[in-house]
């Protein structure tokens, strides 16, 4: 089997009818990629493929998987998938969603929402796939995780910014559990970029505390302002994903990075985090050390 870097990837993406899975699908067919573009309804899937007018078609399947059917299905439409072109080279795990809720308000229903989806799904598409992977010294997991866990403050994002934690955690355990079969993970880390998916949230309301209306209605505010006012370009930002896994453009000749950090914004937040937590950490530093035992 040729080594990766001399020929064309296979790429498996979820979540390819909108967004930037959308987006990854339409960029890699232009890079002479193989893509199998999957999403859970395969007639908007084709309606995409159809509207955006490919080139290189042959190098595109498009499949349906919904990756909240259950682990025995995800295996049985992953096993469908790599039989295409009898492998996987690169999966791109971008299915999720995003249900803004106070918390309170949502407690465990929307909690258990978010995990399906973007906890429970992934996992169940990952595990499918690993084995087509650790097949292919080189292969790449890709995981599009958020900004948002470095700031869940935001009001409304406290649901889906533990699912992106709970996330976070599961690709940096895999970075290392992978590493002896010389799989690479990635964790993508995107601020806000300008996709359809922004305009097409809506707060839960299906337990409204009236002490919360006043805050309700301000996170609600900001979620209408969101759309078209997103710092990122969703087309440079999956430009800059790909070319990360190939090596080329400003990731040419640099080390593979585990985390990418896509945005301004997503920067900013990050580097606030990290600021606040090493400050905490050093004004305490004296408390933190005196809980160990004295040898």
């Not at 995800?74 to 999720?96: E, P």
């Not at 929307?110 to 906890?119: M, P, S």
């Amino acid at each position: 089997m040729p080594p990766l870097s001399d020929q064309p990837r296979v790429w498996l993406i979820t979540g390819a009818s909108s967004g930037l899975g959308m987006r990854f699908m339409t960029h890699l067919i232009g890079r002479g990629e193989y893509v199998i573009a999957s999403a859970r309804s395969l007639e908007k899937l084709d309606k995409v493929i159809a509207d955006a007018g490919i080139k290189g078609a042959e190098r595109l399947k498009a499949l349906r998987i919904d990756v909240t059917d259950g682990a025995e299905k995800v295996k049985a439409q992953i096993d469908q998938a790599a039989a295409f072109w009898g492998r996987i080279d690169v999966l791109v795990n971008n299915a999720g969603s995003a249900i803004p809720s106070l918390f309170e308000e949502g407690g465990t229903t929307i909690l258990r929402r978010q995990f399906e989806t973007n906890v429970f799904g992934l996992v169940d598409v990952t595990t499918a796939v690993l084995p087509y992977l650790r097949k292919n010294p080189g292969s790449c997991l890709l995981v599009i995780g958020s900004r948002s866990v470095w700031r869940p403050e935001f009001t409304g994002a406290g649901h889906y910014s533990a699912s992106k934690a709970a996330v976070h955690a599961i690709t940096e355990n895999l970075m290392s559990e992978l590493s002896e079969f010389k799989v690479k993970v990635l964790l993508v880390e995107p601020g806000g970029f300008r996709t359809e998916g922004v305009a097409s949230q809506r707060y839960y309301l299906g337990n409204q505390i009236p002490e919360y209306d006043d805050l309700r209605r301000r996170g609600q505010e900001m979620l209408a302002k969101m759309p078209g006012h997103q710092p990122g370009d969703p087309d440079k930002a999956v430009e800059a994903v790909i070319d990360v896994v190939k090596g080329e453009g400003m990731a040419k000749d640099k080390p593979w990075p585990n985390y990418l950090i896509l945005g301004s914004d997503a920067e900013r937040d990050v580097k606030k985090k990290i600021d606040k937590v090493t400050s905490d950490l050093d004004t305490f530093l004296d408390l933190t050390r005196s809980t160990d035992y004295e040898e």
